[in-house]
């Protein structure tokens, strides 16, 4: 009864372990479909590795609800295999005391055999009626009915102890046979193991890359912030600046947990950027060709569920060493390499409006600080990835709204 009930527990507890993985494989499956529908809001430096950490997590969880069913499958065998084991300690001895009453009854029977034999001798040799003769006539029936008796007896016995053994030597042998597939159940487990340990390790290994790349987009973007207020092109007001310190705060508690954190919301420290609509008429883009790799506005990293405020879009461009231009008319007040941001170029236009260009792979000779651009200008070349950022009287603006 105490055994039935701890195996009824471990059962529960494992049913309970795999809703729980069950509930965690759904919510990944939802991230991986989000990042899809999102994909093209996703910095595309890290939409790779970050799909790869959530399919990896995914795969990861799927192992370890086949390793809770290989366990909770083990459990129950284990605590069968213990009680065969008593048993077949008993059914050994059993084996043991039957193959010795065997031998017994045969020695018992060859004896019977013998009186027998002994008995209807004497019945022939016996041809007097006299008192002697018929009372041993009678003691002769009664020890012959005796004797059959016995010898039945010995018989059903005998039957009796051959379908004992027949019944021991298969409980042994299915015995034998349980004890091999739990033994390869055993292997199974600790294979689909180490393959889950590997895949955890892969998966540590994709999720350092992937933070560092993270706190460099965190670090970017309070260089831009910083650089931007210097120049008073975006001024923050104390509670705007306070509740940007409380987001900074957590992004770091965030990044630096040890486990890929399990979060199902973002926190209310999330600081969005005030934003305003482009009123002008449309411009040229800063690249003849691109890729729209990163849009305006809220994304939330699906691997430790920060939430991001892009104030900027990213560029790539189809062509090698691609020329940046001047969206507008006006004067550069910056152009210069920063440790952060790479080549920076920002210019100011009229009605407040500034455009930012930075990672830069080389500024244009001709472009510094003071200098004053028309529509077209070319203010560089980049390779990879062109960051574009609009702002207009203390807000940002969807760079896209103002381009053709």
Not at 312 to 336: E, R, Y
């Amino acid at each position: 009864m105490i055994r039935f009930a701890l195996l009824l527990g471990l059962l529960l507890t494992a049913a309970v372990a795999a809703k729980s993985i069950d509930d965690k494989i759904d919510e990944t499956s939802k991230s991986l479909s989000s990042f899809d529908r999102n994909y093209a809001s996703v910095n595309a430096k890290m939409a790779e590795t970050a799909k790869a950490i959530l399919q990896k997590k995914r795969t990861v969880l799927t192992q370890q609800k086949k390793i809770a069913s290989l366990e909770s499958a083990l459990q129950g065998k284990a605590a069968t295999l213990s009680g065969a084991k008593e048993e077949l300690i008993t059914l050994t001895e059993r084996q043991e005391t039957l193959e010795a009453n065997r031998k017994k009854l045969r020695d018992d029977l060859a004896d019977l055999m013998a009186r027998i034999i002994s008995l209807t001798m004497i019945q022939e040799d016996n041809n007097t009626l006299s008192p002697d003769a018929i009372i041993g006539e009678a003691v002769f029936a009664a020890l012959n009915e005796q004797t059959k008796a016995q010898i039945t007896k010995l018989g059903n016995d005998y039957r009796a102890n051959e379908a004992a053994l027949k019944q021991l030597t298969e409980k042994t042998a299915q015995l034998k046979t349980d004890i091999a597939s739990i033994g390869q159940e055993k292997r199974d487990l600790q294979k689909a193991k180490r393959a889950n340990e590997m895949a955890l390790g892969d998966l540590k290994t994709k999720k350092g890359r992937y933070k560092k790349e993270l706190q460099k987009i965190l670090a970017q973007k309070s260089a831009l912030k910083q650089t931007l207020t210097q120049l008073h092109i975006i001024q923050e007001s104390e509670s705007q600046k306070a509740a940007a310190r409380q987001e900074e705060q957590r992004n770091e508690a965030l990044l630096a947990s040890k486990e890929v954190p399990d979060v199902r919301s973002v926190g209310s420290s999330y600081h969005k950027a005030q934003t305003g609509r482009y009123r002008g008429s449309k411009t040229i883009a800063p690249l003849d060709a691109y890729t729209v790799l990163k849009g305006y506005g809220t994304y939330t990293d699906p691997i430790y569920k920060i939430k991001i405020f892009n104030e900027s879009v990213s560029l790539q461009p189809k062509t090698p060493d691609a020329k940046v231009k001047a969206v507008l008319n006006g004067k550069v007040i910056l152009a210069q390499e920063t440790p952060m941001l790479e080549n920076v170029v920002i210019i100011e236009h009229a009605d407040g409006l500034h455009t930012i260009y930075a990672h830069l792979d080389q500024i244009a000779p001709t472009v510094r600080k003071g200098k004053r651009l028309k529509k077209g200008s070319v203010i560089g070349r980049v390779n990879d990835e062109l960051m574009f950022e609009v702002t207009q009287k203390n807000c940002h603006i969807d760079p896209l709204q103002m381009i053709k």
